[in-house]
């Protein structure tokens, strides 16, 4: 199994950022997908989640309604895209499937900053 984020960078405050998280390894169109983030000092927490077929999504109150959580299953991917982005954002963002036992990303940096 295995989970490869991409798409952080650096981007103002008000900006947006599309993440991806391409898998492998495992029957992806099957399993319910998450994203997390971990914001610096802090644990890491959810953000948001999509089931199987794409079909139910929810959010954490903090993103609910700037961030959208969406998956491609002929390509293996789950996608988040952020806009409105604000500074309290800045975290290393993971993907996160849970099949047997949890797998993770590496995981990748966004800041927000002027």
């Known amino acids: 199994v295995q989970l490869v984020e991409s798409g952080g960078g650096l981007v103002q405050p008000g900006g947006s950022l599309r993440l991806s998280c391409a898998a492998s390894?495992?029957?992806?169109?099957?399993?319910?997908m998450n994203w997390y983030r971990q914001l610096p000092g802090k644990e890491r927490e959810w953000v948001a989640v999509?089931?199987?077929?794409?079909?139910?999504?929810n959010y954490a109150d903090s993103v609910k309604g700037r961030f959208t959580i969406s998956r491609d299953n002929a390509k293996n991917t789950v996608a988040l895209q952020m806009n409105s982005l604000k500074p309290e954002d800045t975290a290393v963002y993971y993907c996160?499937?849970?099949?047997?036992?949890?797998?993770w990303g590496q995981g990748t940096q966004v800041t927000v900053s002027s």
């Open positions: 996160r499937v849970r099949l047997e036992r949890d797998y």
């Open positions: 390894g495992f029957t992806f169109s099957r399993y319910v």
């Open positions: 999509i089931t199987n077929t794409g079909a139910y999504t």
